[in-house]
């Protein structure tokens, strides 16, 4: 296997397309950067000028409205210059190959690729062809590919973890639902391990369980009451419309009163566990709305923590 | 033209026959080795010193692209190929634009195959229509037209039914039926082995029961029919102890394995390289180690090159968009040697399963060395190291996994029906 292509020689952080492999201070360093983007948010002027004259380029060939947005307000933030480009309806309609799309951007002059795409691995397919092609000034960050990782999210989890949580090494943390298809499960699996979370368990249904899932450290369970019991944190994962009925699961109402947070199974968590959510929410699927807006629920703090974390994110691979 | 290739090193594995000795070719057919024939006047030498010479060799799955699909190689560029491999026989299977399930189609291929005249093409027909799985070819008229075996190349049957009819109907006639095992529902709309890899990387996964219940599935109507079916492309250490038990119970099969998975795993595919996407998937260590075995003990008969030249378009996509397939025609012979001198198989024994044991399965009469048999020979340094590189591939795909691996085993000398056509 060749080295981690997301790193440069000097061992910086050149491109974001997966935390496996991310050294913990690596991690620790993108966390620290973040936390003076926070309160910038909050001043009468959200601007820093770190990527004053970059062009970052939103490339998403599969919808999203969220991680979209978010990219863009932080690119904004750092007075960079967005262009969004919708690739679904554009130019792969017309058959242009994705390297072709790379090409024609770069010819623009971009900067900086933030990239959605329904097949894993196609940011690393982006970035070894810039490199292959002698433009290893231009950056890619991954903002979700197919099933693979989504790191940006991965580190905004843990960023909100450490928020509420301090040390990630006395934690008991459970990622609950669909981790088979979950991008964002693996890129927080990968985040959480690294950073020495002794205790990671994902609780699904077998159905929605990748094969040899244990490989990735993590410990797994069917039973979500027995699997809550002691957690400190739990992330509810997202489940798609399209697999609620059918051959993974009979039905939204079966997987609810199975895999469901409501506040019943909640209170078998520790009395200050936190509930985490990647967003979009399905209220009545995942998660019970007295949950989702209780108390324990940091779910929207974990929106405002993704744009500093993708602040820091942008300014520090364009600054490698 | 009398040729003497000289003070060889002649290995022979349908006599087990290994010695340093002259050949001597007279015209299209081998006149003699060791001493000359009487009366002989050799009017060229070939020298072979330092060199193996042996039957040329035999690849039960070569795609050569045509028809339709020549943007991606030609008959011209892939036979070159074949003969820069020192393969003077190949297998070609029916996956091509139209598939060969018509007459015209096969003769149009032969035809074109011997006027290039650069090795021998055995076409493999359709099984069905458009290799739909619905309606069987005309057999008959398609083995006329010189197809030797019949297969649905890597597209499944759904229809179990359809496949019992396949092989009833087939076997009526005696024409050979080949499979690759994979259940379609299991293998759908995935592009890896279902494990750690898979899983780590977030691709579509394939299992092994893809392949079990497949073997399962075929072992049952084999034995129900009688009907011998050739297994093409094992991938898995379960298919292997399948196939072992099948045999022992005397079913009529035989088996193949391309040289990919007797040398790479799913580890292989690193950060998505979409070089490593392969048909079938490349799977665990375990696997790989259990196929490499399997040939050594006899289980499986045959190594392929499973050769699938694929054009720079095709691979540089995404891992699971990119399109499966490697160049290996010229790679078959290092890759058998490669896997002879880790396994400890002699180099005769590794000869025969590129040689005498591919033949066996095509129903082409033994290779050999002997008194009277066409001269279709390989005559190559076994100790040459070279480079796998873009440049050095005559095949027009030029996309194979091994690139910049470094490989012990050169083809000096390629010689069909008595021909030079390949030295180098």
């Keep these: 296997m060749t080295r981690n292509p997301q790193l440069n020689r000097n061992g910086e952080l050149t491109h974001l397309l997966t935390l496996e492999g991310l050294p913990a201070a690596v991690i620790t360093h993108i966390l620290d950067t973040a936390e003076p983007f926070v309160s910038i948010a909050e001043r009468e002027v959200k601007k820093v000028p770190l990527l004053r004259g970059k062009a970052m380029f939103n490339l998403f060939f599969e919808n999203s409205t969220r991680t979209r947005t978010t990219f863009e307000i932080a690119a904004k933030r750092l007075s960079a210059d967005v262009i969004n480009l919708n690739i679904g309806v554009s130019s792969t309609a017309k058959g242009e190959t994705l390297l072709d799309t790379v090409d024609n951007l770069c010819a623009m002059n971009a900067d900086l690729f933030v990239v959605r795409h329904a097949q894993s691995g196609a940011p690393h397919l982006i970035a070894s062809h810039l490199t292959a092609t002698g433009r290893a000034h231009v950056h890619v960050v991954n903002a979700g590919d197919g099933r693979h990782a989504h790191p940006t999210q991965g580190l905004l989890d843990l960023y909100t973890i450490r928020h509420y949580k301090k040390d990630f090494r006395e934690l008991s943390v459970a990622i609950v639902g669909d981790v088979l298809h979950s991008r964002v499960a693996r890129s927080l699996i990968h985040g959480l391990t690294t950073m020495q979370v002794p205790r990671v368990r994902v609780i699904a249904p077998r159905t929605l369980l990748p094969t040899a899932v244990e490989a990735l450290g993590v410990e797994v369970m069917n039973d979500m009451r027995e699997g809550l019991r002691g957690c400190d944190v739990i992330v509810m994962l997202r489940l798609q419309n399209e697999r609620m009925k059918g051959a993974l699961l009979p039905s939204a109402g079966e997987y609810f009163k199975h895999y469901g947070l409501t506040a019943e199974k909640l209170a078998l968590a520790k009395p200050d566990a936190i509930v985490m959510h990647p967003g979009p929410m399905n209220r009545g699927v995942e998660i019970d709305s007295p949950v989702a807006d209780g108390s324990r629920s940091v779910i929207l703090p974990q929106v405002t923590f993704g744009i500093a974390v993708r602040m820091a994110v942008l300014s520090i691979v364009a600054s490698s | ?424």
């Design chain 2, 1 to 424: 033209m009398k040729l003497e290739i000289r003070n060889g090193r002649l290995i022979d594995p349908a006599r087990a026959l290994d010695r340093v000795a002259s050949l001597f070719i007279d015209d299209n057919a081998i006149a003699g080795s060791g001493e000359a024939p009487r009366g002989w006047r050799t009017e060229r030498v070939l020298d072979a010193s330092g060199c193996v010479v042996c039957p040329g060799f035999v690849d039960l799955s070569a795609r050569l692209r045509e028809p339709g699909l020549e943007h991606k190689a030609t008959l011209d560029s892939e036979l070159a190929a074949a003969a820069a491999g020192g393969v003077t026989s190949l297998a070609c299977p029916p996956d091509t634009d139209p598939p060969l399930d018509e007459p015209g189609l096969v003769q149009m291929l032969k035809h074109r195959a011997r006027l290039i005249g650069l090795a021998h093409v055995y076409p493999v027909g359709a099984l069905t229509v458009g290799l739909k799985g619905t309606t069987l070819t005309e057999m008959g008229q398609l083995a006329e037209a010189g197809c030797v075996a019949f297969s649905q190349a890597d597209v499944p049957f759904h229809d179990t039914l359809m496949l019992l009819r396949a092989l009833q109907y087939a076997g009526t006639f005696g024409h050979r039926v080949w499979l690759r095992p994979q259940d379609h529902y299991l293998a759908h709309g995935g592009v890896a082995h279902d494990g750690e890899v898979a899983t780590r990387l977030g691709l579509p996964a394939i299992p092994v029961a893809a392949e079990t219940i497949a073997l399962s599935r075929i072992f049952g109507l084999v034995r129900a029919t009688g009907v011998g079916v050739h297994l093409s492309r094992l991938s898995s250490a379960e298919g292997v102890a399948m196939v072992r038990a099948a045999k022992a119970e005397g079913l009529p099969i035989t088996c193949d394995v391309d040289a990919h998975h007797l040398h790479l795993c799913d580890v292989d595919i690193g950060w998505f390289d979409p070089q490593a996407h392969l048909v079938p998937p490349l799977r665990s260590t375990r696997d790989r180690d259990a196929l490499q075995r399997g040939v050594a003990d006899g289980t499986i008969d045959a190594i392929c090159s499973d050769h699938a030249p694929v054009d720079d378009d095709g691979k540089q996509m995404p891992f699971g968009e990119a399109e499966p397939g490697a160049s290996a025609l010229e790679l078959l012979l290092p890759l058998t040697l490669k896997w002879a001198a880790a396994a400890g198989v002699a180099l005769g024994d590794a000869l025969a399963c590129i040689t005498t044991r591919p033949a066996a399965i095509l129903g082409l009469a033994a290779p050999s060395l002997a008194d009277g048999m066409a001269a279709d020979l390989c005559v190559f340094d076994p100790v040459s190291h070279w480079t796998v590189q873009r440049d050095a591939l005559r095949s027009q795909g030029k996309n194979t996994p091994f690139l910049g691996l470094e490989v012990v085993g050169r083809v000096r000398a390629t010689l069909l029906g008595g021909r030079v056509v390949h030295e180098a």
